[in-house]
């Protein structure tokens, strides 16, 4: 599992308006300095274009492929400022989330960006249950 660096060491600073509940999962708001890198939406297969089976394999398997684009910028995890969430069925993404906390800390550590989540009638790829888009700031 990845972890957050210490709070000295993030290279993100996280926004939590005075008095707000804490969010659980996701930041209010994230800023940072450097270089923006830019991860178009990311769906559930592999480099072979083979689909992960169900929602949470095909999130984990979305973040991993988010990773592996942002390793090509020289980021991680840590680096990740916004997360946008795009699901055709927000029924069974809430089934789920217990076990797509795991998944995605599992991947992304305890780094909780800023996130959105949206449901959408379809995707490009009939197969894919959700599509993850990323942006990250790489310190300079």
């Known amino acids: 599992m990845t972890d957050s660096p210490p709070e000295s060491l993030r290279p993100l600073d996280i926004l939590q308006p ?18 923006v890198v830019l991860v178009g939406g990311q769906i559930g297969w592999d480099e072979a274009g083979r689909f992960a089976e169900g ?18 910028a020289g980021a991680g995890p840590e680096h990740v400022g916004r997360l ?37 009638v379809a995707l490009a790829e009939p197969e894919a ?3 993850i888009e990323a942006t990250a700031i790489v310190p300079d």
């Open 18 to 35: 005075p008095g707000w509940p804490a969010p659980r999962g996701y930041a209010n708001g994230v800023a940072g300095r450097g270089r």
């Open 55 to 72: 929602f949470v394999a095909q999130a984990e398997r979305a973040l991993r492929n988010i990773l592996a684009v942002l390793a090509e």
């Open 84 to 120: 946008t969430w795009y699901v055709v069925d927000m029924a069974e993404y809430r089934a789920c989330l217990p076990e797509l906390g795991r998944a995605y800390r599992s991947v992304m550590g305890r780094n909780f960006p800023a996130m959105a989540l949206l449901g959408v």
């Open 129 to 131: 249950r959700l599509e």
